[in-house]
């Protein structure tokens, strides 16, 4: 993961919220049962504000690795020296922590595992830093240095690229671009050996060395896979050397892909990787249910016999934004909603959940590292533009936000774009101010559970669902229901038949159906709305198809169905070309007399002043177009042409034509819908 703006808004299903209802207690939730705890039985629960499970094997004993990435803490540090003189974090006490200080709170607080990124040459030419910590070697040396004398042990993530490498880039470093693969082989072998012998020469306890980061799609400028292996045989070779007790991890994610996790550790297997962890990533918004973790992480382990952990993870405690960086879980255009709470609580339920997902694994699963906890504002922003500028400031010099305006240079379509500061200060374990939140202490937590905070629901999904006339009505069976203080989980769910049956599925328009959830003996309303829509003239009008055949697609490369941005559903029709873009996308059908209206959304940008946007219909010579403009991420334009057809038979072509003089426009067109008023 990593800060960029553009994630903004997480997916929404929609949910009932309880809160106004009046809320429903459980009696009294008991923490699982400890199996393996030495004595037999479980510890005491500590007395909390906070709900925490016990989650037996979780202790230094069991060997669990309870990780936090704080990869940013360098830079902020650095930040701070120029702008107040203070350090920000603090202790429980309020005490202001020097950064030795704050690596001893996160050891007492229950963290034994430091992660740390380490780029290449985070450096442009003039030796301005890229941001995101500006983390080299030297910076993850400093910090390796804190975590030890702190008692933690240090995984180092090592990216291969000279800034962020995540499933959309694996950007090769600037001086190895013009190597051959074997080159490349030979200085990733030797960078990997000279990086941890430096780490060890410095008294950094290395116990773990990620070769890659989110190597999914690609990793170091390689996409085809014995490229890819080779690379990542070459690294562990040199984490060998160094030191046979360290542990090699290759990093993936997008466990919610069917079949994607297999079919990486079958890569590995196939080429002979040697490595003993495979780690991927968890983001509840993203990534799928943790049920689904589970068990494509113990596939992995018990096919390959293979170590697992999460090795990124994280739950945000407020939807505000700290520090004038819109952050990439934050308020959408519909109500934001989730499988948790936006509080402390929701992120200790969210940890948890996580490391019970991993635990039920069973052996193989031995940690869990929670993604920067600590990137909190430079500065609180006030909402004026002098502190705003200030914050600007800090970020460009010390590297403290996610990207600066010098990493254009090297990665001028993401970070040249949307530079800035932390998209990620609500999902930190301190406040804006540097804090420490209840959740900070979930590590330490877990080993024993808590006792004193109760669990409440919180929500149960309201399913909205979309048919076209002469589908059939499917009601779901389950619903997700959520609580205040643990993980979200699915129940069964009994409609109300009388209002099922008048669902008439033959007619257009809007259908309420009410239900009922069971949760602990208390029964929850449950509301379901269907739409019933005219069935449309066009074929694959919101791109779900993988058939295209029905589309013409005629101008600049680039353009095509993808899962970029949808309006609905899951696919659209993505434009992006990183020069000028001039392309046409229609399809032609063939038409009765009567009076139609074609319509469809469209989002987008970086088009420039003198672009040209409009979506049009061709009958014979004679066409009408409806401009529309692009204004931005999101932001759905909804162009709409009425026309009439006088005869019946006649060939009608509807489409869409983007024409942008300025490089690099995107967008995505999506719901083309042809309608008619006549039959
Ligand atoms: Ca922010």
Redesign the pocket.
Known sequence: MK?KKKYLGIAAAGLVLLAALGVILFKALTPSNGIGSISGRDPIPQEADIYVPYIAGTTDADGFMRGMDVSSVLALYNSWQEADGSSHFKNFEGEELDIQGFFNLLHDTGTNYIRLRVWNDPFDADGNGYGGGNVDINAAIEMGQYATNAGMKVLIDFHYSDFWADPNKQMVPKAWADLTIDEKADALYEYTKDCLLQLKDAGVDVGMVQVGNETTNGFCGEVNWPNITQLFSAGSRAVREVDSDILVAIHFTNPEKAGNLANRAKKLYNYEVDYDVFACSYYPFWHGSLENLTTVLKDVAETYDKKVVVAETSWAFTLE???????TVAVGSNDTVGDYEFSAQGQASEIAGVIQAVKNVGESGIGVFYWEPAWI?VQV?DGTDAKLAENRALWEKFGSGWASSYAGVYDPNDAGRYY???????QALFDFEGNPLESLNTYKYVQTGTTGAEIRVTGVESPVLDYTQGDALSLPTELKVTYSAASPENLPVVWNEAEAAAVDMNTPGTYTVHGIVMVSEEEVEAVCAVTVKKAGLLKNPGFEDADMAMYKVEGSSGNDRTNDDPHSGSYSFHFYNSGTVDFTVEQTVTLNAGHYVFSLYAQGGDVGEDANTFAYVKIGDNVISEPFTLIGWVAWQNPEVSFDVDEDGVEVTVGVNITAAQNGAWGTLDDWELLTDSE
Request: aromatic share 6%; charged share 20%.
């Open positions: 800060g934004d700290g520090d004038g960086n819109g952050n504002p922003y800035g500061g932390s998209a990620v200060d609500n």
